[in-house]
Nanobody, 123 residues
Framework: QVQLVESGGGLVQVGGSLRLSCAAS????????MGWFRQAPGKEREFVAA????????YYADSVKGRFTISRDNAKNTVYLQMNSLKPEDTAVYYC????????????????WGQGTQVTVSS
């Protein structure tokens, strides 16, 4: 069992930056792939970024490539999402998720989810 708690969301202006954190409980965090997803009002949840347990494989949605960076610190049981050059279309609730089977880009592959953190980008 893994419990995930996101933090770091907030209100930022266009072009600004935020760093989201996701703290995980449990001793098996280092063996899980981790992902970030987001859901805007009236839209389906979408993939943002994912990282393998060793940080050796990274995946990004085309919409965030070059602007967002996912990373993890297994010693701290934490995964991060650095978001730069934010746009209004990045406004959403951001969720982190854990996948015990391997890194993926589909939400159905992830077993554990946090409660989400709101990111609002104002123009």
């Amino acid at each position: 069992q893994v419990q995930l708690v996101e933090s770091g969301g907030g209100l930022v202006q266009v072009g600004g930056s935020l760093r989201l954190s996701c703290a995980a409980s449990g001793r098996t965090f280092s063996t899980y792939a981790m992902g970030w997803f987001r859901q805007a009002p009236g839209k389906e949840r979408e993939f943002v970024a994912a990282i393998s347990w060793s940080s050796g494989r990274l995946y990004y949605a085309d919409s965030v490539k070059g602007r967002f960076t996912i990373s993890r610190d297994n010693a701290k049981n934490t995964v991060y999402l650095q978001m730069n050059s934010l746009k209004p279309e990045d406004t959403a609730v951001y969720y982190c998720a854990a996948d015990p089977h391997g890194v993926g880009v589909r939400s159905t592959e992830y077993n554990y989810w946090g409660q989400g953190t709101q990111v609002t980008v104002s123009s």
